[in-house]
């Protein structure tokens, strides 16, 4: 009567084993990866003032668009605080990019004294230009770069930003990971664990 009981168990034992020792690959997973989508959180969009510019922050703005058009930026419109006529100052202006406040910092000077105000502006940190991130992606060997539809990001530490890219015929996704406030990026090789 023991005999019985155990032969079963024995029988059950090899079986599993048996398909233990298998040489056939294991099967692949029926559950799809899905395909990311392009881009990075989307930024919650600020909306610029609703008075005009003024006769200071409409020249400073003009020459903010001719340096910032060349990486797809739009500058919309500069804010700054009111200015009492004395030069040489600095003064810390907002501009609204694509929807992101973006620090502006503007010194004024004396271009003709008494008649004439000379200025630089430049954007400070904290914006990544989507169009600058696909050209440097080109620039390293990942053809069409698509990043997203969004302009601009903030360059929050620790975003991810999305990137399809092709090299040798292969499409690819890449993960530019924001590591400072001056818009610095790691790019690395996407994975679904990753995520956004």
Request: glycine fraction near 8%; proline fraction near 8%.
């Amino acid at each position: 009567m023991r005999a019985r009981w155990w032969l079963p168990v024995v029988v059950l034992a090899a079986l599993l084993l048996a398909g233990c020792e298998s040489d056939d690959p294991a099967p692949a997973s029926t559950r799809p990866t899905a395909t990311p989508t392009p881009g990075g959180k989307a930024p919650a969009r600020q909306e610029p003032p609703s008075r005009p510019m003024n006769d200071l922050e409409r020249p400073v703005a003009e020459r903010l668009r001719r340096q910032v058009v060349g990486q797809g930026l739009t500058l919309d419109y500069l804010d700054c605080p009111r200015w009492d006529g004395r030069v040489p100052v600095r003064m810390s202006c907002r501009a609204y990019v694509d929807g992101l406040v973006v620090g502006v910092a503007v010194h004024l000077r004396a271009a003709v004294e008494g008649r004439a105000v000379g200025f630089d502006a430049s954007l400070d940190d904290g914006v990544i230009a989507t169009r600058k991130l696909e050209q440097t992606l080109d620039e390293r060997g990942w053809k069409r770069a698509n990043c997203g539809e969004a302009a601009a990001y903030p360059a929050d530490v620790g975003a991810r930003i999305v990137c399809r890219v092709e090299r040798d015929g292969r499409t690819r996704y890449l993960l530019a990971t924001v590591t400072s406030r001056s818009g610095r990026v790691m790019i690395t090789d996407y994975r679904p664990s990753a995520g956004r």
